[in-house]
């Protein structure tokens, strides 16, 4: 593999090149802080929002220049003592000086990234990771002296704050550095980054934040102003101060770009080896961030650290669901670095990266299908979730689009399609735990300016309050309700600002629009929720949401099937789209793969539509989210039509779009697509990284689609997506086909023929479920035989046993 290979037990990605086509990164987190860090060590670092309390500068156009970051520049002066030479410059990662090193190599691994380099007979080696719990960052470091003779150097640890809030940087950047304080504190040695006052427009309060950067090393001396450090039209690619000799100390930056960066010196005799640590954090209250820098100034509080951490994302990632198949790749994308990626999507949602707007806060539709993803390795964060997902339920069953952890639930407009998220998630959730108690957890309501999902109170004053409570249950019957009564004139759910697809965003801006693929997504809700009103005894409830998944079944197939595929809606015009007649856009995946998700396409229908997606959609690079792309704008569509030809939501290869078809396949018993579909956007199965360019351990978001003129295969938009959840559960719960159940695990596998042997080690309440699957005749479904500790079993349900012991479980398909 060009620019780096996976270590042997497949848990590190071993970056080998440090110009890799894009910035490959990685997330060291818990759940308060977290550093995304790049091969190089660029990158930001933020404190409880990527938005509001962003701690390190980037900008959206930073990740092509791979700058600023965490870095540490090294002169060396031995040789000054002769006056022979002039000094030797470089930087430990390779950026920002960009000098040649004699050897490089990045390790990212599950919680750490670790960055090795030689230059000048100077070893050197950097992890960065953050504690399990404290509100910080560690760089811990050994450098090494190679030569025969004694080496002298300069170091300089540097970094450059933003501190605040991301978005009002972005459009108020020269108001918003005057409000700059940093400082050096003399007492003890580190340097302070903080703001006058936390300023959102109006919102005026407070800064509670204190950033800080220090070293365990002696410090000789210190920067706080970038420019000075930096000279004039500079950039820390070219810092004068160094390369110039121009260092001074500046105690004080009021009012400007703020640094911090440290002058330290460090004597390595022949074959001696120096460690030391850096640490950045933040923290409430300057008297927490001594303490921190108190701890983690001991190598071994600091090494402590780093072993505990690697404890525990070994055991999040490692000690759980595990796969075996014929393909070994496969394997190791699903066993470690999927789950890896759901987990960042669970702590972080789809804000923080080097692609993403950075507007912070969680999505409501993207963290109920990402705590879904994960109820079958961490359960208690799932509950977490789910609980806290249901608070933003309103009386009138709309939610809320998110919420932030600092600034509450989002206030704009919401969206229609997450009314049908979060059946499913709990659904799960009682099937992964057998604890429908949850059902009855009382939980708040909303209620903030937004009155029937689409008007404004114009009476409503101040921010979000609750509104009185019930029961769970009670607040998935509304979502429900709502989304169920909340139609055009055909009877389907009105698409609004948009549904799953964002960029759909004017079909429905008059309220009149509908969407097929909504009134599909609902009717799979419906059919869920009769299931939990059967689990409660409302058998009369069960009836009526019956009824009503049947009334959308019905209008749905009566009105939007297309003669060989599904139609994608109706613009507030009353306009189909996703049709044969459409200029542009004449099938969509969606509307496909949830006709077969719900249970709406049967037979005939279900042929048509399974060789229609083969036919239009199917590509080298994956399946594209629709087809044709786009030409020209749209106006009744929206933003959809505004982007380049198969790049975002405009006919690109959606992965997790994709992913939702490669669940339909599934279930169609099509275990060879399936497979097929999967490795196609499966980010270390690509064959030219120089086309594909993003990370081979994080799947994209998307792949650019063959309707671009020249960037087909590209991969987009890395890490915070919903496909690695629905890759997670496409992998482990569809094509091996272990799934959880209300009273055990259903095994239902559909894979490729060529596939004779798989297995899946399966935890399931508290027992150990290890399921080998024979395919001895080369079927892509059906099972044939099924034996628990030796005793066959009718049917492919395995009950669970709860007795905390580990189970064999043969599965002969045909």
């Given at each position: 593999?060009?620019y ?5 037990d ?20 818990n759940?308060?802080?977290?550093a ?18 962003r ?22 002066v031995?040789?000054q ?8 410059i ?85 108001i918003?550095?005057?409000?700059n ?23 005026i309060k ?5 950033s ?27 810092p ?11 105690a ?21 080896s ?54 070994s ?20 949602s ?6 993403h ?20 390795i961490?359960?208690?964060?799932t ?33 229609k ?27 708040s309501y909303?209620?903030d ?17 609750t ?93 939007c099937?297309?003669g ?31 006709a ?12 048509k ?6 036919k ?7 399946l594209?989210?629709?087809?044709p ?6 106006p ?6 505004m ?9 690109a ?41 993003s ?40 094509m ?8 055990g695990?259903r ?23 290890e ?8 079927v ?6 099924l ?5 066959l ?22």
């Open positions: 593999m060009k780096g290979h996976f270590s042997s497949g848990l590190e990605f071993v970056v080998t090149d440090p110009v890799t086509p894009t910035p490959w990164i990685n997330y060291l987190t759940e308060k802080y977290c995304i860090i790049s091969q190089c060590a660029g990158g930001y670092s933020f404190y409880k929002d990527c938005r509001t309390d701690i390190l500068r980037w900008a959206p156009d930073y990740k092509n220049y791979d700058r600023p970051g965490r870095y540490i520049y090294v002169k060396d031995s040789h003592l002769k006056k022979t030479k002039a000094a030797k470089w930087s430990l990662t390779y950026q920002p000086l960009r000098v040649e090193l004699d050897s490089f190599e990045c390790r990212h691994g599950l919680g750490y990234t670790t960055i090795s380099s030689k230059y000048n007979s100077v070893g050197s080696k950097i992890t960065y990771f953050v504690p399990k719990e404290d509100d910080c960052e560690l760089w811990l470091v050994t450098l090494s002296n190679e030569s025969n003779k004694e080496k002298k150097l300069e170091l300089y640890p540097y970094v450059e704050w933003l501190v605040g809030d991301y978005h009002e940087e972005l459009r108020y950047r020269n918003m550095n005057l409000y304080k940093m400082w050096f504190d003399e007492g003890h040695s580190l340097i302070f980054g903080w703001k006058t006052a936390f300023w959102q427009g109006m919102n407070e800064f509670k934040d204190y800080f950067f220090a070293t365990s090393l002696d410090v000789k001396g210190y920067a706080t102003r970038k420019q000075e450090f930096l000279g004039r039209y500079n950039s820390e690619e070219r004068e101060a160094i390369l110039e000799g121009k260092f001074k100390n500046s004080l930056c009021s009012g400007e770009d703020g640094i911090a960066c440290f002058k330290n010196i460090v004597k390595l005799a022949p074959g001696q120096k460690e030391f640590v850096v640490i950045l954090g933040s923290t409430e209250g300057k008297a927490n961030a001594l303490k921190l820098v108190e701890k983690y100034r001991d190598l071994n509080s600091t090494k402590k650290a780093l072993q505990e951490v690697k404890e525990l994302w070994k055991e999040r990632i490692v000690g759980n669901v595990v796969i075996k198949t014929p393909d790749e496969f394997d190791n994308m699903v066993n470690v670095w999927v789950k890896y990626q759901v987990y960042m999507c669970n702590l972080w789809r804000s923080p990266s080097f692609y707007e950075g507007s912070g806060g969680r999505g409501y539709r993207d963290s109920c299908q990402d705590s879904e993803s994960i109820v079958s961490n359960q208690e964060l509950r977490k979730r789910i609980l806290h997902i249901a608070t933003l339920i309103r009386q009138d069953g709309t939610s809320a689009p998110g919420w932030s952890d600092t600034a509450g639930p989002n206030q704009h407009r919401p969206n399609d997450h009314q049908v998220w979060l059946t499913a998630t709990v659904r799960a959730y009682i099937q992964e735990t057998g604890d429908k108690s949850i059902l009855s957890e009382y939980v909303l209620k300016k937004w009155v029937g999902g689409w008007e404004v109170d114009v009476n409503f004053r101040g921010g979000a309050v509104d009185g409570e019930g029961t769970l249950f009670e607040h998935l019957e509304k979502n429900l309700n709502y989304c169920f009564d909340d139609v055009g004139e055909r009877g389907l759910p009105k698409i609004g600002h948009a549904d799953w697809n964002d960029a759909i965003d004017a079909a429905g801006k008059k309220h009149k629009g509908e969407s097929v693929w909504l009134a599909q997504a609902l009717v799979r809700s419906l059919k869920y929720f009769v299931e939990l009103c059967e689990l409660m005894g409302y058998k009369e409830k069960a009836v009526e949401f019956a009824n009503k998944a049947k009334t959308m079944t019905e209008r749905i197939n009566e009105i099937w297309d060989e595929w599904f139609k994608r809606g109706f613009t507030d015009d009353g306009i189909a789209y996703g049709t044969k007649e459409y200029e542009g856009g004449k099938i969509f995946l969606n509307t496909q793969a949830w077969v998700l719900s249970g709406v396409a049967e037979g005939e229908r279900l042929a539509i399974l060789k229609s997606v083969d239009y959609l199917d590509g080298k690079h994956g594209a989210l629709f087809y792309a786009y030409s020209t704008f749209r009744e569509l929206g933003r959809i039509s982007f380049s030809e198969g790049t975002k939501e405009n006919a290869v959606f992965c997790h779009a994709a992913h939702f078809m490669i669940v339909a396949f599934c279930m169609a018993g099509c275990g060879r697509r399936a497979y097929e579909s999967m490795v196609k956007v499966m980010p270390n199965k690509q064959k030219n990284y120089d086309i594909y360019k990370e081979p351990y994080a799947y994209a978001e998307y792949l650019v689609g063959p309707e671009n003129p020249y960037r087909y295969g590209e991969g987009q938009f890395t890490w915070i997506t919903g496909t690695s959840g629905w890759a997670f559960m496409a992998a482990t719960e569809w091996l086909g272990v799934r959880r159940d209300y009273d695990l095994i239902d596998p559909c894979i490729p023929s060529s596939w004779k042997k798989c297995s899946v080690r399966r935890p399931f309440r508290g027992d150990v479920y399921v080998e699957i024979e395919n001895p005749k080369g892509e479904k059906g099972i044939k035989e034996y628990v500790d030796g005793e079993v009718n049917g492919n349900l395995v009950k669970a046993i709860g007795d905390g012991k580990t189970h064999k479980v043969r599965v002969v398909m045909g």
